[in-house]
């Protein structure tokens, strides 16, 4: 960099620049003054090489350089287009390659955080929960402040190294990184943005971070607002989107005029049309509705229906209640939750409940409304289409392409969280017959109703459910170690370590045992854990570590169903236990079979074949929707009947080779 030379001055002087001291002006080798034109310059500012040319959309060619804009004390990488800053652009510095047009203002004034440390008051308006924001928060780190307010010395260190965090990004200078596209915005205060961004036509960006990089970039569109945020690589956020005190994470897609205030999204979550406040939306949670307003809760996920709603203020003390609705769960059309209340993992909810229902303990249920009254109907989910295609898809609907993923998700439907459940369920339901009665017509459970019928066969379900999780597991270990007799296949069923057993807990996404959560927690409140880099590699390792500690688990339930020791199952335990699993994967595929076959009755065809016959109807249909045979989720399932069984007789007969 050098100053410019007399020359140099008055040339940028007959372009119709000034500068209130050209001695602070100072410029890359080899300088073209003649890129730049109608610049006043106030303050320090620098200048990089002007040698490249862009085209525009629809082919119109413009050379880097400055160009009618106010700059005070701003820095510009190599190959910048500056072109009509209305206002004026102070305090930053610009990447290489970047192009900003017809902006009114971007500024940094005084110092700023950008976004790092602002407080989001999650799922209590009435506040409580209060999470500072940071640029690499985690699902599971934003679990354990949100609801672990029973701990408050280590709330207190967390928080404490987040504001430590946030501190080391305060500076009086903002940056906008390499090849980045700022185009017909309004005005932009103490913003940070990343490589590869792209702005155009934002209405306003205040205090916040758009963590664009090269292999996930961000995209801010018309008419965008957002006030004191965090936003994540790969997020999309267009459509006059509103978005205050909000961190949005990774993957992210918000458009359509959506809503969001308060509230934390994790990894994937898609929000269009409705509105979203003081709610912790953990990885999947999905709202594409104009009427949907999502408050107050907790969810992941989640697939909300049109017109999905939660109240969390009962006219008394203000909007001070709260709700969980745990992984999987599901909201019909007009559904609504009076708050408080829990709904249990991977159920289904329909119509009005306002009786503060927890169906926490009955995981894959229906939760439907009865003339007023809500129904529980243990277990059916298990054997619903909806479910597993649901499962199928979140992997393939992961749109994160950063390398450095926050959020460590585990997919898994059946997992020691999700089966300790059942276990809990089948007691529960037993419980529940045992007090009241075995001839009792319907019974009362949680504020619910649950009819004798769906109590009997909820019991059932979570035994084939139970049988099916404890068959992969046992068939995976056992696929994945070497074991030629007896003794072998001992030594590959014990354990790696006791890591595992007791409790799980799914941390918004990381399924862990909580000893290791506990663990965590613990070492963070006395301080031998004094890093947020720390704490994210312990969330890694228990990532890492989930099948061991799965086997684990799985080991000490067939220990229960052995009655014995790993080091003293027989053969004939082993296949006992294979045959179930086979007769339970077989029997809940050949449920979610029947299930599926109801999309092809002649009620689904209702509507088809207008102005027609039966036959015509049949063509319409087939020709829209195809054949039930053909079906590609049909011959999936079947493939999966025939996979599922070669596998088992493949295990069968290795097992009963020794």
Same mark, same amino acid.
């Given at each position: 960099m050098r100053r410019l030379t007399e020359q140099e001055i008055e040339q940028l002087k007959s372009q119709h620049c000034r500068a209130h001291d050209?001695?602070?002006?100072?410029?890359?080798?080899?300088?073209?003054?003649?890129? !730049?034109?109608?610049?006043?310059?106030?303050?320090? $500012? /620098? *200048? =990089?090489?002007?040698?490249?040319?862009y085209t525009l959309p629809g082919g119109l060619a413009v050379h880097s350089g400055l160009y009618r804009a106010t700059v005070h004390n701003c820095e510009f990488g190599d190959n910048v287009h500056i072109y009509n800053v209305h206002n004026y652009m102070a305090n930053y510095r610009v990447g290489d390659d970047t192009c900003i047009e017809n902006v009114n203002s971007i500024v940094v004034d005084g110092t700023s955080t950008f976004g790092n440390g602002v407080r989001v008051p999650v799922m209590n308006e009435g506040g409580g929960r209060e999470i500072p924001i940071f640029d690499h928060l985690s699902a599971h780190l934003a679990y354990f402040l949100t609801l672990y307010r029973h701990r408050p010395q280590m709330i207190e260190r967390l928080t404490e190294m987040i504001d430590a965090y946030a501190e080391t990004q305060r500076s009086d200078m903002g940056y906008i990184g390499k090849n980045v596209r !700022?185009?017909?915005?309004?005005?932009?205060?103490? $913003? /940070? *943005? =990343?490589?590869?961004?792209?702005?155009?036509?934002?209405?306003?960006?205040?205090?916040?971070?758009?963590?664009?990089?090269?292999?996930?970039?961000?995209?801010?569109?018309?008419?965008?607002?957002?006030?004191?945020?965090i936003i994540c690589s790969g997020v999309s956020i267009t459509d006059s989107t509103l978005v205050s005190k909000c961190f949005i994470g990774q993957g992210c897609e918000m458009g359509k005029h959506y809503s969001a205030l308060e509230s934390l999204f994790f990894s994937n979550c898609q929000g269009f049309h409705g509105e979203a406040t003081a709610i912790f939306a953990g990885p999947y949670t999905v709202t594409h509705h104009k009427s949907t307003l999502l408050i107050a809760g907790m969810f992941s996920f989640l697939n909300a229906g049109s017109g999905s709603n939660q109240s969390n203020h009962m006219y008394k003390l203000g909007p001070i209640h709260q709700g969980v609705a745990e992984r999987g769960a599901k909201t019909t059309s007009d559904s609504y939750l009076l708050w408080p209340a829990k709904v249990g993992a991977f159920t289904l909810v329909m119509g009005r409940h306002t009786k503060h229902s927890d169906t926490s303990a009955l995981p894959f249920s229906y939760l439907i409304e009865n003339a007023t009254e809500s129904y529980i109907v243990p277990a059916v989910n298990l054997r619903s289409v909806g479910t597993i295609r649901d499962a199928q898809k979140w992997?393939?609907?992961?749109?994160?392409?950063?390398?450095?993923?926050?959020?460590?998700?585990?997919?898994?439907?059946?997992?020691?969280?999700?089966?300790?459940?059942?276990?809990?369920?089948?007691?529960?339901?037993?419980?529940?017959?045992?007090?009241?009665?075995?001839?009792?017509?319907?019974?009362?459970?949680?504020?619910?109703?649950?009819?004798?019928?769906?109590?009997?066969?909820?019991?059932?379900?979570?035994?084939?459910?139970?049988?099916?999780?404890?068959?992969?597991?046992?068939?995976?270990?056992?696929?994945?170690?070497?074991?030629?007799?007896?003794?072998?296949?001992?030594?590959?069923?014990?354990?790696?370590?006791?890591?595992?057993?007791?409790?799980?807990?799914?941390?918004?996404?990381?399924?862990?045992?909580?000893?290791?959560?506990s663990r965590l927690l613990d070492d963070i409140q006395s301080g031998s854990l004094t890093s947020l880099e720390e704490a994210q590699q312990r969330h890694?390792?228990?990532?890492?570590?989930?099948?061991?500690?799965?086997?684990?688990?799985?080991?000490?339930?067939?220990?229960?169903?052995?009655?014995?020791?790993?080091?003293?199952v027989e053969v004939a335990d082993i296949v006992r236990t294979i045959e179930a699993?086979?007769?339970?994967?077989?029997?809940?595929?050949?449920?979610?079979?029947?299930?599926?076959?109801?999309?092809?009755?002649?009620?689904?065809?209702?509507?088809?074949?207008?102005?027609?016959?039966?036959e015509q109807s049949i063509r319409d249909f087939e020709n829209v929707r195809g054949k039930f045979e053909s079906n590609s989720f049909v011959l999936a399932v079947l493939e999966h009947i025939r996979k599922k069984s070669e596998l088992g007789d493949s295990m069968l007969a290795r097992v009963k080779s020794i």
């Amino acid at each position: 960099m050098r100053r410019l030379t007399e020359q140099e001055i008055e040339q940028l002087k007959s372009q119709h620049c000034r500068a209130h001291d050209w001695s602070l002006i100072e410029v890359a080798e080899p300088f073209h003054a003649e890129y !730049i034109e109608e610049v006043t310059f106030s303050g320090k $500012v /620098r *200048i =990089g090489r002007l040698e490249k040319e862009y085209t525009l959309p629809g082919g119109l060619a413009v050379h880097s350089g400055l160009y009618r804009a106010t700059v005070h004390n701003c820095e510009f990488g190599d190959n910048v287009h500056i072109y009509n800053v209305h206002n004026y652009m102070a305090n930053y510095r610009v990447g290489d390659d970047t192009c900003i047009e017809n902006v009114n203002s971007i500024v940094v004034d005084g110092t700023s955080t950008f976004g790092n440390g602002v407080r989001v008051p999650v799922m209590n308006e009435g506040g409580g929960r209060e999470i500072p924001i940071f640029d690499h928060l985690s699902a599971h780190l934003a679990y354990f402040l949100t609801l672990y307010r029973h701990r408050p010395q280590m709330i207190e260190r967390l928080t404490e190294m987040i504001d430590a965090y946030a501190e080391t990004q305060r500076s009086d200078m903002g940056y906008i990184g390499k090849n980045v596209r !700022i185009i017909n915005c309004g005005s932009l205060k103490n $913003v /940070r *943005i =990343g490589d590869c961004a792209q702005v155009t036509g934002a209405s306003v960006l205040k205090n916040g971070s758009l963590n664009s990089n090269e292999q996930a970039p961000i995209k801010i569109g018309s008419g965008v607002k957002c006030n004191d945020f965090i936003i994540c690589s790969g997020v999309s956020i267009t459509d006059s989107t509103l978005v205050s005190k909000c961190f949005i994470g990774q993957g992210c897609e918000m458009g359509k005029h959506y809503s969001a205030l308060e509230s934390l999204f994790f990894s994937n979550c898609q929000g269009f049309h409705g509105e979203a406040t003081a709610i912790f939306a953990g990885p999947y949670t999905v709202t594409h509705h104009k009427s949907t307003l999502l408050i107050a809760g907790m969810f992941s996920f989640l697939n909300a229906g049109s017109g999905s709603n939660q109240s969390n203020h009962m006219y008394k003390l203000g909007p001070i209640h709260q709700g969980v609705a745990e992984r999987g769960a599901k909201t019909t059309s007009d559904s609504y939750l009076l708050w408080p209340a829990k709904v249990g993992a991977f159920t289904l909810v329909m119509g009005r409940h306002t009786k503060h229902s927890d169906t926490s303990a009955l995981p894959f249920s229906y939760l439907i409304e009865n003339a007023t009254e809500s129904y529980i109907v243990p277990a059916v989910n298990l054997r619903s289409v909806g479910t597993i295609r649901d499962a199928q898809k979140w992997p393939k609907r992961d749109n994160r392409k950063d390398p450095n993923k926050l959020d460590l998700i585990n997919y898994n439907l059946l997992s020691p969280y999700t089966i300790q459940k059942m276990y809990h369920g089948q007691e529960v339901l037993r419980d529940i017959m045992h007090l009241s009665g075995e001839g009792t017509e319907v019974y009362s459970y949680q504020n619910c109703k649950i009819r004798n019928s769906s109590l009997r066969k909820g019991i059932e379900l979570y035994n084939i459910g139970i049988k099916k999780f404890l068959g992969n597991s046992l068939i995976s270990r056992l696929s994945k170690t070497e074991w030629h007799n007896l003794d072998d296949l001992r030594r590959a069923l014990r354990p790696d370590s006791q890591v595992g057993l007791g409790e799980w807990v799914d941390c918004s996404g990381l399924l862990a045992p909580k000893s290791e959560i506990s663990r965590l927690l613990d070492d963070i409140q006395s301080g031998s854990l004094t890093s947020l880099e720390e704490a994210q590699q312990r969330h890694v390792e228990m990532y890492t570590n989930y099948y061991s500690y799965e086997w684990t688990w799985a080991a000490d339930k067939l220990e229960q169903v052995w009655g014995k020791k790993v080091d003293e199952v027989e053969v004939a335990d082993i296949v006992r236990t294979i045959e179930a699993w086979k007769e339970a994967v077989v029997g809940l595929d050949k449920l979610v079979y029947e299930d599926a076959k109801k999309e092809f009755s002649m009620n689904a065809r209702t509507g088809f074949g207008a102005d027609g016959n039966d036959e015509q109807s049949i063509r319409d249909f087939e020709n829209v929707r195809g054949k039930f045979e053909s079906n590609s989720f049909v011959l999936a399932v079947l493939e999966h009947i025939r996979k599922k069984s070669e596998l088992g007789d493949s295990m069968l007969a290795r097992v009963k080779s020794i």
